[in-house]
């Protein structure tokens, strides 16, 4: 049932008695943030949305079966299990709602623009999920376990129909069937330059995944190489010592004994 991962508990059997002087909001809100931003990784909602796209382009099903379907609702399953701490806090509860309502709006916004049926699907999953941790953090917690699980199902049912989707829509075109075009509501009332610059933005996921890579996977990746030369340096430099010290170690021959071998 909800609510057997009470955190108050928890602290009050494992933590020390110091950490319970404080007001129980605080407390709830520090752990829950703590657990969501977790969790959030885990669903690879906004803003840590990059790996699931890439990880579902996979050449099988069964690795987007397993993300896709799987992996993402282990983040809104840990927060059905540590429920009391969402209901302790107000803070936290709006915090899960923000960030579900803007994971949901970017997700949907960036999803249009994929044509990969696998990223597709992807940002897809990230919409639905968007939406359970609006739900959790509303404190509609049956629905967004009944969510979880009709999610889960309908996921995985078209990660494996996906393949088989791909073939009929080459058989269609090699009958000469063609596709329907479809026209949206915003196709019909905004600019066609307009148009443009919003899905070069989509496609371009709004510059966040180069802002990554810009100031934080390059820097990390700078660092991480100069602590490399350095560990290969410091390796070198005690070869070398050891070197020497096995040197001085072993006992040097005269020239008679040398003439004589």
Same mark, same amino acid.
């Given at each position: 049932?909800?609510?057997?991962?009470?955190?108050?508990?928890?602290?009050?059997?494992?933590?020390?008695?110091?950490?319970?002087?404080?007001?129980?909001?605080?407390?709830?809100?520090?752990?829950?943030?703590?657990?969501?931003?977790?969790?959030?990784?885990? !669903?690879? %909602? #906004?803003?840590?949305?990059? $790996? =699931?796209?890439?990880?579902?382009? /996979?050449?099988?099903?069964? +690795? @987007? &079966? *397993?993300?896709?379907?799987?992996?993402?609702?282990?983040?809104?399953?840990?927060?059905?299990?540590? !429920?009391? %701490? #969402?209901?302790?806090?107000? $803070? =936290?509860?709006?915090?899960?709602? /923000?960030?579900?309502?803007? +994971? @949901? &709006? *970017?997700?949907?916004?960036?999803?249009?623009?994929?044509?990969?049926?696998?990223?597709?699907?992807?940002?897809?999953? #990230?919409?639905?999920?968007?939406?359970?941790?609006?739900?959790?953090?509303?404190?509609?917690?049956?629905? @967004?376990?009944?969510?979880?699980?009709?999610?889960?199902?309908?996921?995985?049912?078209?990660?494996?129909?996906?393949?088989?989707? #791909?073939?009929?829509?080459?058989?269609?075109?090699?009958?000469?069937?063609?596709?329907?075009?479809?026209?949206?509501?915003?196709?019909?009332?905004?600019?066609?330059?307009?148009?443009?610059?919003?899905?070069?933005?989509?496609?371009?996921?709004?510059?966040?995944?180069?802002?990554?890579?810009?100031?934080?996977?390059?820097?990390?990746?700078?660092?991480?190489?100069?602590?490399?030369?350095?560990?290969?340096?410091?390796?070198?430099?005690?070869?070398?010592?050891?070197?020497?010290?096995?040197?001085?170690?072993?006992?040097?021959?005269?020239?008679?004994?040398?003439?004589?071998?």
């Amino acid at each position: 049932s909800f609510g057997e991962g009470n955190i108050v508990r928890i602290i009050q059997r494992y933590a020390q008695p110091n950490l319970l002087q404080g007001d129980p909001a605080t407390i709830a809100l520090i752990f829950g943030s703590l657990l969501f931003f977790a969790a959030a990784g885990k !669903s690879s %909602i #906004l803003p840590f949305f990059p $790996w =699931l796209p890439r990880a579902m382009e /996979g050449p099988t099903p069964s +690795s @987007a &079966l *397993f993300y896709g379907a799987v992996a993402t609702h282990a983040g809104p399953f840990l927060l059905l299990r540590l !429920s009391p %701490i #969402l209901a302790g806090s107000t $803070w =936290l509860s709006i915090i899960l709602v /923000g960030f579900g309502i803007l +994971s @949901a &709006l *970017f997700s949907t916004f960036v999803g249009r623009t994929r044509a990969d049926i696998k990223t597709s699907l992807a940002y897809a999953s #990230l919409t639905q999920v968007s939406f359970i941790y609006i739900e959790i953090g509303l404190g509609l917690y049956s629905l @967004a376990a009944i969510h979880i699980a009709g999610h889960m199902s309908l996921r995985t049912y078209q990660f494996m129909r996906a393949p088989s989707a #791909l073939h009929d829509m080459h058989v269609r075109e090699v009958l000469g069937v063609e596709a329907r075009e479809h026209s949206s509501f915003y196709s019909r009332i905004l600019a066609p330059e307009f148009q443009t610059w919003l899905y070069r933005l989509a496609f371009e996921e709004g510059g966040i995944v180069t802002f990554y890579e810009r100031w934080i996977v390059r820097p990390f990746t700078k660092w991480a190489n100069l602590f490399s030369r350095m560990e290969q340096g410091s390796e070198r430099s005690l070869e070398k010592q050891l070197a020497r010290g096995l040197h001085r170690l072993t006992p040097k021959r005269s020239s008679q004994q040398r003439g004589a071998l």
